[in-house]
């Protein structure tokens, strides 16, 4: 696909968009004009496989969306920048009660983390200090499977990976306050691009699992129980 082929597309893609999908959602729109009130913040990697509101089959509004390389968030005092002031805007001003960490399969992030003097980060500078974020994880990965190699060790990383960026978030003032009053849950997930699978970490096995797994075995449910039905059928369908 040519640059002018994918201007073409999103070009196409948005008069769809304003021609059809709008008209037919008009009334959610309207609603959701000058308010929100999500009650979950999802943070993913920027990654083009990974579509949050596809995955978890929301509409706009009830996710609040924070992406960047490898789904980090720098520990609090770190790095005072986008993803931070993401986090404090999401507990503190909109109040939501769960947030999710969303690694995935196949992770360009993940697989630089591996070989950090590799001569490709050399050429990205930005990329490489940031991956210094998640450098933790790949200490704990060796000093616990030292004998991991290829998917297993990629797979171990990125699970290692959302587990340090969960412990990240608790640095954060405000997501420390909600998790002392119970006010805000964390949530570590993987998702598997070619499996269109899920897995959760699982606090009771210390394990990821499939999220159908692991809510049947906890007593609440992940995330939102009252979601209102027109909404979440108001999803477009891809090949409408
Ligand atoms: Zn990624």
């Not at 082929?5 to 070009?11: A, E, F, R, T």
């Not at 520990?75 to 769960?98: H, P, R």
């Not at 991991?148 to 003032?173: C, F, I, K, M, Y």
Request: some cysteine; overall charge negative; proline content about 6%.
């Amino acid at each position: 696909m040519s640059e002018q082929d994918g201007m073409s597309k999103v070009i196409e893609g948005y008069r769809h968009f304003s021609e059809e999908i709008f008209p037919e959602h008009r009334e959610l729109f309207d609603e959701l004009r000058d308010q929100q009130n999500p009650q979950v913040l999802f943070i993913t990697c920027a990654d083009s496989r990974i579509d949050p509101s596809l995955i978890t089959h929301t509409v706009p509004g009830e996710l609040f969306i924070c992406r960047n390389i490898g789904n980090i968030i720098p520990a609090y005092g770190e790095m005072m920048g986008g993803v931070s002031a993401v986090v404090e805007y999401a507990v503190i001003g909109l109040k939501v009660t769960e947030i999710i960490v969303c690694g995935h399969s196949d992770c360009g992030a993940m697989k630089a983390l591996q070989n950090p003097e590799t001569p490709v980060l050399a050429a990205m500078p930005t990329v490489k200090k940031w991956l210094r974020n998640a450098e933790a994880a790949l200490g704990v990965v060796r000093a616990t499977d030292p004998e991991a190699s290829g998917d297993h060790l990629l797979r171990a990383l990125t699970e290692e990976n959302v587990l340090l960026q969960l412990q990240h978030l608790r640095t954060h003032p405000g997501v420390a306050a909600g998790l002392a009053t119970g006010k805000v849950r964390l949530h570590g997930w993987i998702y598997s691009i070619g499996e269109g699978r899920v897995d959760a970490f699982d606090e009771a096995t210390r394990q990821f699992r499939p999220i159908e797994e692991v809510v049947a075995d906890s007593d609440k449910p992940l995330g939102n129980s009252q979601h209102p039905t027109e909404l979440t059928s108001a999803l477009p369908s891809k090949a409408g």
